[in-house]
């Protein structure tokens, strides 16, 4: 998966330094810009596009709220994830109206983020990777009904965990092989990131259906690789 490129939005620039440090610790994604005022957030995000904003609500010269409505008037592609201070319901009600992705309250904890980030990195790829829309692909794409459906229904998956992609991992590696987790990736037309989330996921469900072992290559570097393990005869 081609890095998505990601814009931050955050007029105080110790916060906007923290984010930086944070999003450079996540290979999935690439940074674009820094902007620390509504005027600077609305002309990078015109320039440059991005995939993702990270966009606080309270601005010197403006309220980020009227940004996200921008875009969403312009059909701009550029989705958003609000990170603020702002606790009022309103805002929230405000925000999900312009259809953010995720609203992240201050301050900021850098699981949380990686969280929202690799839900959307998810999101990006299911939707590149769709052949046809049928009615679990909608309910897997909707964040109400993720992780509800199917053969795992019966508890809910953690977020950035959905069945659809669970289903496809199973599919890929069923031959029983030794598979890293980048050669899982390529093979679902996926990251090598989100494979990798997805295997030890499912090797920490306590099912004992997938098992990881380290390897050696040729110059000694240890490498994870999964196997499905067949049940006995």
Same mark, same amino acid.
């Given at each position: 998966?081609? !890095?998505?490129?990601?814009?931050?939005?955050?007029?105080?620039?110790?916060?906007?330094?923290?984010? &930086?440090?944070?999003?450079?610790?996540?290979?999935?994604?690439?940074?674009?810009?820094?902007?620390?005022?509504?005027?600077?957030?609305?002309?990078?995000?015109?320039?440059?596009?991005?995939?993702?904003?990270?966009?606080?609500?309270?601005?010197?010269?403006?309220?980020?709220?009227?940004?996200?409505?921008?875009?969403?008037?312009?059909?701009?592609?550029?989705?958003?994830?609000?990170?603020?201070?702002?606790?009022?319901?309103?805002?929230?009600?405000?925000?999900? &109206?312009?259809?953010?992705?995720?609203?992240?309250?201050? !301050?900021?904890?850098?699981?949380?983020?990686?969280?929202?980030?690799?839900?959307?990195?998810?999101?990006?790829?299911?939707?590149?990777?769709?052949?046809?829309?049928?009615?679990?692909?909608?309910?897997?794409?909707?964040?109400?009904?993720?992780?509800?459906?199917?053969?795992?229904?019966?508890?809910?998956?953690?977020?950035?965990?959905?069945?659809?992609?669970?289903?496809?991992?199973?599919?890929?590696?069923?031959?029983?092989?030794?598979?890293?987790?980048?050669?899982?990736?390529?093979?679902?037309?996926?990251?090598?990131?989100?494979?990798?989330?997805?295997?030890?996921?499912?090797?920490?469900?306590?099912?004992?259906?997938?098992?990881?072992?380290?390897?050696?290559?040729?110059?000694?570097? !240890?490498?994870?690789?999964?196997?499905?393990?067949?049940?006995?005869?």
């Amino acid at each position: 998966m081609t !890095p998505i490129r990601l814009l931050i939005a955050e007029d105080d620039r110790q916060i906007a330094e923290i984010q &930086r440090r944070f999003i450079q610790r996540l290979e999935q994604v690439e940074l674009c810009g820094i902007a620390h005022t509504l005027a600077d957030a609305r002309e990078q995000a015109d320039v440059l596009k991005p995939d993702l904003i990270l966009l606080d609500v309270y601005f010197p010269d403006g309220n980020g709220l009227d940004l996200l409505r921008e875009l969403r008037a312009s059909n701009s592609s550029s989705d958003v994830i609000l990170i603020t201070a702002a606790k009022e319901v309103e805002t929230l009600r405000t925000a999900l &109206r312009g259809g953010v992705f995720d609203y992240i309250l201050k !301050p900021l904890i850098f699981e949380r983020l990686e969280e929202a980030i690799n839900r959307f990195c998810d999101h990006v790829e299911r939707l590149s990777a769709l052949k046809h829309l049928g009615q679990d692909e909608v309910d897997a794409l909707l964040p109400r009904n993720s992780g509800e459906s199917g053969h795992d229904s019966h508890h809910r998956l953690p977020k950035g965990i959905d069945v659809i992609t669970l289903d496809r991992i199973r599919e890929v590696i069923a031959d029983g092989k030794r598979w890293s987790a980048e050669e899982v990736g390529s093979a679902m037309g996926a990251s090598r990131t989100t494979a990798r989330r997805y295997l030890e996921y499912m090797t920490g469900t306590g099912t004992g259906t997938l098992v990881a072992e380290v390897t050696y290559g040729s110059i000694g570097r !240890p490498e994870r690789r999964y196997r499905m393990q067949r049940p006995p005869a």
